[in-house]
């Protein structure tokens, strides 16, 4: 028997939140800023785009090894920067949605690989400040994508009745590797974000929808 979805956790840049080039833009000017040369700087963009979805500072660390908090801080301020010229938004029914589910009795975590800071200033300029139950970071819980930790940091928080209980929403591989390995009950992909359906549904989505919409009434 399936058990009933009571805590769901989703992820913000491309499954919220449109990313218009905002988290790409940043970590160019990031390795600009790191002054790596034309093959490094290419390389370090390629494993960016792949590692989309991950704690931003594991993520650096694999680049930039010693100087990856360095890069992070200077990260935090480009994400800002680009956030403030290009600007933010809601994907399409994001709000009606997490609104709809919390009405019907369901807790509602935000999950992403932003630091707190960066989250909470990106959650203010989208006018998210009580849209969610919680709100998680690698720093929150322990560990980023793909490990489990911010799911698990989100079942005991909300108090969910066991990870089965748990649905896990993304578009990006990482989200899957993570819901899976934390036992998720359900792990659904959205085409609104980086990775395209043979890659979520490798990665362990039950299935793809075309964005957070759809999956609005839950029954």
Known sequence: MVAPIEVICVDMAGTTMRDDGVVVGAFRRTIATLGLDRASAARAESYVTATMGQSKIEVFRAIFGPAAQRANAVFEGAVADVAAELGVSALPGVEDTVTHWRTTGRR????????PATREALVAQLGWVDLFDLRVSPAD????????????????????????????????????????????????????????????????????????????DLG
């Not at 509602?108 to 630091?115: H, I, Y």
């Open 141 to 216: 819980a322990g560990r980023g994508r793909p490990n489990p930790d911010m799911v698990w940091w989100a079942a005991t928080r909300l108090e969910a009745p066991s990870c089965a209980s748990i649905m896990v929403v993304g578009d990006t591989a990482a989200d899957f590797e993570s819901g899976r390995r934390a036992g998720a009950g359900q792990c659904v992909g959205v085409r609104t974000g980086s990775d395209d359906d043979a890659t979520l549904l490798a990665a362990g989505a039950d299935r793809v929808v075309d964005a957070l919409l759809a999956l609005r």
């Open 108 to 115: 509602v975590a935000l999950t992403t690989g932003f630091s």
